[in-house]
């Protein structure tokens, strides 16, 4: 009579399936792995057909940037006269990232990621001297690391001085705590 444990082992590896080798369900929501991708701002397309760019240029409108992200999400950028509004969507989802002065240095949003999947980003802003948004032709005054949770992770909100050491890395440990941290 031949043993049933080739039977049994089988039927456990295909109930195991989407698990990663040698990690649990359980190990991945308590143990995540965390990883970062980036979306470049440089080489963003507007999102919007020929047809419907023709048509904002001739009512004198500023035609968005629309940056492919991750997992169906997007930054959004709008203009306006003195000033750029960022933005994250995901379908119907719009995520206010904030507002920069035109001529904005940003190049690029780093998407904090758990087993793959985003759940933050993180977003370099600058602050000039001056007291309005078109005060973007004066000295950069200030730089913050933003830290915004995405969808079900909404209570990650945090800033990082980027000008102290290792901000890029504390903006990350912020975004991940937040991800381990329960939800209100």
Known sequence: MRSPLPLVSMTVLLFAGGVPAGRS??????????????????????GMT????????KNGSDIPSLCKGYDGYDVYISYSACASSFSITKGEENISLGMQSVGWKQKTVEWRMANGKPFAVIMRFYEYEGDDLCSSGGRIKSESLMVRGLKGFEHIEESVDARTPNANVKARELADKGFAKPKS
């Open 25 to 46: 369900a359980a190990a991945q929501q308590t143990n995540p792995v965390f990883s970062s991708n980036y979306t470049s701002l440089t080489k963003c397309g507007s």
């Open 50 to 57: 020929k047809k419907e760019e023709r048509e904002a240029e």
